[in-house]
């Protein structure tokens, strides 16, 4: 049995956006370890959210650590106005970045702990050569864009490799999972070497988020 902690991240993107303060103390109520802010460009993704005026706004009314996935096409723009707005740890992806390591250096630089986001069909010899540069690694296994999709158990493996990777070279790095993430899916990624798991419409379709936490922390 491994010993590794496992951290709760729910995703805003289920939430509802009108009463984002309350969904998101509704879920520090209910034992979240931080939140998962979700931004998309509409042209990396094919869905638009919001950008850092939201995430400022979000920021001044909880003390969580506050988790930003950029679905963004070459975000180094943006990467300023997020560390100002409060954002703690980062991830942009790899096949949304043309200088990947430029941008996590620059995440870096201003305050926040970089990550690499990794599309479903994107191979861990594509991230090898970056991992070292993280601090963490999230593994979508959804194609992103939307919230409430099934699972990719084809990622599994990916997550193993990079779990095998930071035995030997980093064993600080963190391996996040994000899509598809409830009860019935959790264990396996577990398993496989996951420290972070975001879950949106798994928590903030339920009612009671104390026990959508729980459920899920059960069945890992
Ligand atoms: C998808 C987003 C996810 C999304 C997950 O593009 O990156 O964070 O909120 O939603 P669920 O948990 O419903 O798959
Ligand atoms: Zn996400």
């Not at 931080?34 to 003390?63: C, E, K, Q, W, Y």
């Amino acid at each position: 049995m491994t010993q590794r902690q496992a951290l709760i991240c729910p995703s805003i993107l289920s939430s509802d956006f009108a009463r984002l303060a309350d969904e998101v103390e509704s879920v520090q109520l209910g034992g979240a370890d931080f939140i998962h802010v979700d931004v998309m460009d509409g042209r990396f993704v094919p869905n638009l959210t919001f950008g850092a005026p939201i995430v400022r706004s979000l920021a001044a009314a909880t003390d969580m650590w506050l988790d930003c996935h950029l679905m963004v096409d070459e975000p180094d723009h943006l990467l300023a106005d997020f560390a100002e707005a409060g954002v703690a740890t980062m991830s942009v992806h790899i096949e949304a970045c043309r200088h990947l390591h430029r941008t996590i250096e620059r995440i870096r630089s201003l305050g926040m702990r970089p990550g690499v986001a990794v599309n479903p069909h994107t191979s861990f010899a594509t991230i090898e050569a970056i991992l070292a540069d993280c601090d963490f690694v999230n593994v979508m296994s959804v194609n992103p864009g939307f919230g409430g999709q099934s699972f990719l158990p084809s990622v599994l493996p990916k997550i193993e490799a990079i779990d095998r990777w930071r035995r030997e070279h980093n064993p600080e790095l963190k391996i996040q999972v994000d899509g598809g993430i409830k009860t019935t899916t959790i264990a396996a990624a577990y398993a496989a070497g996951v420290d972070w798991f975001v879950a949106g419409s798994a928590v903030f379709g339920q009612s009671d988020r104390r026990a959508a936490i729980e459920g899920l922390r059960a069945a890992l």
